[in-house]
């Protein structure tokens, strides 16, 4: 919060910069009406600004004149109007500065709508076509890491380190993931999760290590036993872990991990498809009797689309194909290819046009390895809420199994594994599995001119308001992140933490945070960036 001092708006105070904070954070991902609020560091970079400065000579201490002159600089009720009305309101009425006012009015995002407000839009546009205009606001610092928590790499939980997606070492952790997958595909679940905590504490670990420093380094760090210290001490010494190199190579090794790419097959089943016999996944295919084409590729058995004369795709009726391990099979070589940024942006605006004609107003964050930065995900995650604090729940009671539905219909999801109810959220279940409404699907998109798209793997988690918080945070992962939150609310804070809810555990108070933030606040844990939270390899 380096920066609260330069953009500050002297006159707000902390509470105030808590509540905009609170305010535009409950709105993050909220597309509805090409509403986009988002933070940015930058006044330059910013639509909007908000301040309690009245006056210019104020003004200029924080902001340099003739940026401030091509903004709209407005007063902090803007934005309380704007979130309560779900749209950003016109400026004018708003304008922080009399002085400035016409140039705010020039400014206002909401005079620069693609669809106004008042026109409905119309009914078969397709969605692509109308991206959410990007509202930010300035004068509030970012959410930042703090430097605390960049120091903070000897930290025993994983929740208080700061890790990168690509680490200094991260040749190292690739190598230990390796003896980790081994140990996970053994059902050495103890020793696996041993390599796990190395691991984290590698990811977080901020400078490389060498033959010079390790000796110093290594003992400082927790979660590092002996055993794990030798195979890290080879490594630096070397260059490679022998055990990994030959692991690489072993037939077991290679199959049982094969075997558990495909959706559905956990390390048990891999291992009982490898004692009867099984080695690759071609084993597999006929194992499993999956249809293949006439070059032997393995092919679905789909139904073929039908169409009315005028190219009017015919609903499809029938029960929804499960993903199955057969279904997976089939399309382990489309599900295997890594889907691009683009590409999940594509997929979540897509999804969110579809369950806006169900039900408006709902909410939605895309989350997964995609909100921690990577490049590339393995499938796409997807929480969605509704904006009603008060209804919301009712209103998405049920809508889990009805969006999955239409996108079915629509051609647009082909498989569907998993849809549960909501459950109240159970402050006795032992187990970290959460019960929120939740479909695993394959999703593809449209066919784009001449050029097929792959099938993709879709996860939708629905969340009553009162868990939309812990859903996103639950489901933005890392793994081992997660693990270590539940254990941190358990120890530290006598709470239960789960993505479907937070409770206090003597009294079983069930806590409705408000953002993201106020998570990490409730949870008396510093704020951590989602892109440092990837904790596993
Ligand atoms: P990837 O999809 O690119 O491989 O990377 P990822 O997005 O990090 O992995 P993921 O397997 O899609 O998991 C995303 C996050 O959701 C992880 O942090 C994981 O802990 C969490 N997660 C599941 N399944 C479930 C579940 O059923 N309940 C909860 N609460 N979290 C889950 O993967
Ligand atoms: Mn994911």
Redesign the pocket.
Known sequence: MDDAGRLDVAKMDATAIAELYALIDSQQGFANDGLLLELCAEPSEADVIISNVRMRKRLERHLDWDIARQKAIVTPEWLRATVEQQHPVPCGEYAALEELHDETVQSCPACNLPVCKCSSSPPHAPPSTLPPTAVSAVGVPKLTTSQRILDNYKAWYACQRASPLVCPNQALATELGILRTHRDLEGKDVNALSYDRAIAIIKAFPRELTPENIDKELVQLPHVGEKIQSKIREFIRSGVIEEAQYLRRDERFQSLKAFTTIHGVGASTARTLYSIGLRTLEDMERYYDVPVDDYGNPKLEEEEPIFTPNGRRVPRTAKLPDLSIKTALALRHELAV?IPRDEVEEMHAIVMAELDQLQPGCISTI????R?G?P??????IVIGHSDIQNGGELIKGLCKRLVHRLYERGLVTHVTHLSGFHAHNALRTT???SLE?ALCVFVLPEDGQQKRLHR?L?L?FAAPEAYWT?VV??????M??RDLRLWAKKEKGMKF???GMTRRHDSQLYFPRSEKQVFDLLGLEWIDPTLRNV?V
């Open positions: 890594p989350v997964g390895g995609h921690r990577k590339e995900s393995n499938d796409v995650d970290h599995w959460d939740k793997r996860d988690i859903a639950g489901w933005t992962g890392s793994k992140f997660e789960d993505s479907s596993d």
